[in-house]
T-cell receptor
Framework: ELKVEQNPLFLSMQEGKNYTIYCNYSTTSDRLYWYRQDPGKSLESLFVLLSNGAVKQEGRLMASLDTKARLSTLHITAAVHDLSATYFCAVAGSSNYKLTFGKGTLLTVNP | GAGVSQSPSNKVTEKGKDVELRCDPISGHTALYWYRQSLGQGLEFLIYFQGNSAPDKSGLPSDRFSAERTGGSVSTLTIQRTQQEDSAVYLC?????????????FGAGSRLTVL
């Protein structure tokens, strides 16, 4: 059974600081997704990483994938308040359609 | 449509009643998924449709849960004899097809509260 672990689950940081969210998964996969969820809203796709060494960047967020280590990271650079949300990683297992989600990281960026 | 539409957005029901939740996927998306989001369990896969067929129902928690999809479009998730533990947000998602990048687009969800 595929297991996905995120850490930390809660992250409070100051504006302007950098931090990294980690996503570990238990079985081989070459597709990993990062989603953002604002309170009361649905999930918004941020990144899809399809191969070992893949790196994607959008604004202050950068995601990477190491399939050998079964690890993805979401790096936040110079955080701003608008980045406050819950971030989920999700991994596609042997069946292409089924995603297993981590429990999410609640990020709060304080002025 | 422009996005995945779900209705109702909120549903409060009494224990033992049946509920139906509706999902209207993005036009042209052949794959449709139901997930459940609850505080204790995070996001759980319920069922996957490819067209009108459901090749994977493995996530449905019990036989009180069923889903169908008609015309390769709208899907309905039905929960019979609701229990308090069914309280959660039920999310529907669709994708163009379950291959390649297969990025899922999620709807806003239906929040179910069972009293």
């Amino acid at each position: 059974e595929l297991k996905v672990e995120q850490n930390p689950l809660f992250l409070s940081m100051q504006e302007g600081k950098n931090y990294t969210i980690y996503c570990n998964y238990s079985t081989t996969s070459d597709r990993l997704y990062w989603y953002r969820q604002d309170p009361g809203k649905s999930l918004e796709s941020l990144f899809v990483l399809l191969s070992n060494g893949a790196v994607k960047q959008e604004g202050r967020l950068m995601a990477s994938l190491d399939t050998k280590a079964r690890l993805s990271t979401l790096h936040i650079t110079a955080a701003v308040h608008d980045l406050s949300a819950t971030y989920f990683c999700a991994v596609a297992g042997s069946s292409n359609y089924k995603l297993t989600f981590g429990k999410g990281t609640l990020l709060t960026v304080n002025p | 449509g422009a996005g995945v539409s779900q209705s109702p957005s909120n549903k409060v029901t009494e224990k033992g009643k049946d509920v139906e939740l509706r999902c209207d996927p993005i036009s042209g998306h052949t794959a449709l998924y139901w997930y459940r989001q609850s505080l204790g369990q995070g996001l759980e896969f319920l069922i996957y449709f490819q067209g009108n067929s459901a090749p994977d129902k493995s996530g449905l928690p019990s036989d009180r849960f069923s889903a169908e999809r008609t015309g390769g479009s709208v899907s309905t998730l039905t929960i019979q004899r609701t229990q308090q533990e069914d309280s959660a947000v039920y999310l529907c998602a669709s994708s163009l097809e379950p291959s390649g990048a297969n990025v899922l687009t999620f709807g806003a969800g239906s929040r179910l509260t069972v009293l």
